[in-house]
């Protein structure tokens, strides 16, 4: 049974940088052919998907959010973390971390997720 959580802080101050690390356990995160996706939901939206980091390494952004976000991994840990950078109040959202069995399919997995509040 895989199971992923997400950790990082739940309060971020507007301009600073989001860190969040998603902590797999019951696989690994360089298993073929997986991919590890980064999703949020602001509240009142629907879910957005932000990115993600495949079982190679290899890093995929959404058009919208690439200049400001980093994906990467731990192998070591079997982590994988997201950064978003510049944050807005408007990035105020629920974080999800999830896997696919391949790039943008159905999620088979998810974290519970963790609410996270920009706000001076």
């Known amino acids: 049974q895989v199971q992923l959580q997400e950790s990082g802080p739940g309060l971020v101050k507007p301009s600073q940088t989001l860190s969040l690390t998603c902590t797999v356990s019951?696989?690994?995160?360089?298993?073929?052919?997986?991919?590890w996706n980064w999703i949020r939901q602001p509240p009142g939206k629907g879910q957005e998907w932000m990115g993600a980091?495949?079982?190679?390494?290899?890093?995929y952004y959404t058009p919208s959010l690439k200049s400001r976000t980093f994906i990467s991994r731990d192998t070591t840990k079997n982590q994988f973390t997201l950064q978003l950078s510049s944050v807005t109040p408007e990035d105020t959202a629920v974080y999800y971390c999830?896997?696919?069995?391949?790039?943008?399919?159905?999620?088979?997995?998810w974290g519970r997720g963790t609410q996270v509040t920009v706000s001076s």
């Open positions: 019951g696989g690994s995160i360089t298993t073929p052919t997986y991919f």
């Open positions: 980091i495949d079982y190679r390494g290899s890093r």
């Open positions: 999830a896997r696919s069995p391949t790039f943008r399919s159905a999620y088979d997995y």
